[in-house]
């Protein structure tokens, strides 16, 4: 089995990341990124791509994702003071599943870091991507020291 081209792999990996800011405006009502940002309009091979994750055997029996604004969350986590923590836009009933989600393989949450504070997490996941609505800090984790502010992506 040949290995997808790298620039395929970012095509699909712009595509993703584009969704996710798109939702993050929607859900925010702020603008995100530029009218001609590459995260707009998907590729060519991002359009022919199917996505497989191991969570159902590559087997496309999930259950649809609601169409849902997650108001409450939102307003929950820009609420001026609040406190240093999580707020996972979770649809863990509405979709069935035995586990915290927001589609069935992916939860999304936004973070609240105040001040000084830190936050440690440690998620199981493949991977996390994060977006600065406001604010700066620094990320690390055993390898990488991350400096980040407003409009960040990493």
């Not at 530029?34 to 029996?61: G, H």
């Not at 599943?97 to 998620?123: C, E, H, M």
Request: hydrophobic residues 40%; contains cysteine.
């Amino acid at each position: 089995m040949r290995s997808p081209e790298p620039s395929y792999l970012l095509d699909c990996l712009r595509v993703a990341i584009g969704r996710l800011l798109r939702e993050v405006m929607i859900m925010t009502g702020e603008a995100i990124f530029p009218k001609d940002s590459v995260f707009l309009e998907p590729t060519l091979a991002a359009k022919r791509a199917r996505y497989y994750s191991q969570e159902n055997n590559f087997d496309f029996s999930w259950p649809g994702v609601p169409v849902h604004q997650f108001e409450n969350e939102r307003n929950l986590a820009m609420q001026p003071g609040r406190s240093t923590g999580l707020v996972p836009l979770d649809l863990q009933s509405v979709l069935g599943l035995s586990y915290p989600a927001t589609t069935p393989t992916l939860l999304v949450r936004y973070v609240n870091i105040q001040g000084k504070d830190s936050l440690t997490t440690d998620f199981v996941a493949s991977g996390t991507v994060c977006y600065v609505i406001r604010g700066e800090g620094v990320t690390t984790d055993d390898v990488e020291t991350i400096h980040w502010g407003p409009g960040d992506v990493f």
